[in-house]
């Protein structure tokens, strides 16, 4: 597929939308216990909000640094006096960076995952994936339903999980946000199991 860099600008905006609606969805939380587990996860709520930082941060070291052989190492940790307000402030502020880094690449640049080596449009679906399950992680946490948008959705699966794994008819029926919360292993959906053991296919294609 020809890739150009009018492309490389429209993807990244799916990061920030993703991005975005995680702090809209979570703002209403930022009195609560973040030190709590997530649900389904070994983290607690600040380490998943961490973590979702962090992806969008490393993914955004790939592209820029084209390594090619593992991630760049670097290391993003909270200052210990953040709170969850600023958590919700420094996913999306990430998200931007890994937006603006994927519009100024090229698309010939390629970088090292460990789901395949992929280039900026695939670093950008990855970004889209970390943030908007990781959303539906914390929502859960506190009690909040949470589907993911559809547009970043769309792109995200179209992009990494198109042809992983047989679904149905059924589940094509289902939203795009369902359908990438059960790509990432987080629900049951159109009579298919959840998940287990899952992953994407990061190579260009």
């Not at 490389?8 to 703002?27: P, Y």
């Not at 960076?97 to 900026?120: C, F, I, M, N, Q």
């Not at 506190?142 to 999980?161: C, H, K, Q």
């Amino acid at each position: 597929m020809a890739v150009n860099n009018k492309d490389l600008k429209e993807v990244g905006a799916h990061v920030v939308s993703a991005a975005d609606e995680l702090a809209r969805v979570l703002a209403p939380t930022t009195s609560k216990d973040w030190e709590q587990l997530t649900p389904d996860l070994a983290w607690t709520q600040v380490q998943t909000a961490v973590h979702t930082m962090r992806a969008c941060l490393e993914y955004s070291f790939q592209v820029v640094g084209q390594k090619l052989d593992t991630y760049q190492p670097v290391l993003f940790e909270r200052k210990e006096a953040a709170t969850p307000a600023d958590y919700l402030m420094m996913i999306p502020t990430a998200a931007r960076v890994l937006s603006k880094v994927v519009a100024t690449a090229s698309p010939e640049d390629r970088a090292w995952h460990a789901y395949g080596e992929s280039d900026p449009i695939g670093f950008a679906a990855m970004g889209v994936i970390e943030v908007s399950v990781h959303t539906y992680d914390l929502a859960k946490g506190f009690g909040i339903d949470f589907t993911p948008l559809s547009e970043p959705s769309e792109f995200a699966i179209t992009r990494l999980f198109a042809d992983t794994v047989e679904t149905n008819a059924q589940f094509l029926e289902e939203s795009w946000g369902k359908r990438l919360l059960w790509y990432a292993g987080r629900i049951e959906l159109a009579g298919l199991a959840r998940r287990e053991g899952w992953k994407w296919n990061g190579r260009v294609r």
